[in-house]
């Protein structure tokens, strides 16, 4: 599975943009790039994927080079409510050709938010 | 409306019992995941299955056991043999075929402590 670096922690002023950067130098051709974000005792909620595109999507933007080695999570207008923690995970399809493959957590980024 | 759902939300187990934690889910997937997450952590898969009457061990799968017997369901028991059980359990799910990139859904998780 390839592996995904980020930045352990970042701040984002409320209003502005928060943009999240990730490494994923040894993706392969048919890994997905996610991202989720998790509030303190709750589930993982998914945000965004994609594949070599730049995708969009009502809660944020992912931009992915054109190399597929690192991508970055765009939350346009940053609110409070969007302190988390940020997962950039890449998924891993099964010799089969279908998309179920495990997924591998790194640390995540802690993003806060502050007015 | 379709999701996971996962019971009990908080679970007090003492030491050498064996517990089991519930996880259904109605989106008609066919792949589902156990994950643990420590305090400040990030999520360590455990076991994972790609279909009915299959499944896999995951990174830290040492003390655990599931069972998958029906597409919706994915039991996780904890044994007696756990070192360390008490952490946040996360089930999740994902389906679909192709190389699209499947969403991937999590529930709102299991906190299991043991006294």
């Known amino acids: 599975d390839a592996k995904t670096t980020q930045p352990t922690s970042m701040d984002c002023a409320e209003g502005r943009a928060a943009n999240l950067p990730c490494n994923h130098s040894t993706i392969s051709g048919n890994e997905y790039v996610y991202w989720y974000r998790q509030i303190h005792s709750q589930g993982p909620q998914y945000i965004i994927h994609g594949l070599k595109n730049n995708e969009t999507n009502e809660m944020a933007s992912l931009i992915i080079t054109e190399d597929r080695k690192s991508s970055t999570l765009i939350l346009p207008h940053a609110t409070l409510r969007d302190t988390a923690v940020y997962y950039c995970i890449v998924r891993v399809a099964n010799a089969g050709g279908t998309s179920y493959g495990k997924l591998t957590f790194g640390q995540g980024t802690i993003l806060t938010v502050h007015p | 409306d379709g999701g996971i759902t996962q019971s009990p939300k908080y679970l007090f187990r003492k030491e050498g019992q064996n517990v089991t934690l519930s996880c259904e889910q109605n989106?008609?997937?066919?792949?589902m995941y156990w994950y643990r997450q420590d305090p400040g952590q990030g999520l360590r898969l455990i076991y994972y299955?790609?279909?009915?009457?299959?499944?896999q061990k995951g990174d830290i799968a040492e003390g655990y056991s599931v069972s998958r017997e029906k597409k919706e369901s994915f039991p996780l028991t904890v044994t007696s043999a756990q070192k360390n059980p008490t952490a946040f359990y996360l089930c999740a799910s994902s389906g679909g075929q192709g190389l699209s990139g499947n969403t991937i859904y999590f529930g709102e998780g299991s906190w299991l402590t043991v006294v």
């Open positions: 989106l008609n997937h066919d792949a």
């Open positions: 299955s790609q279909i009915v009457n299959d499944f």
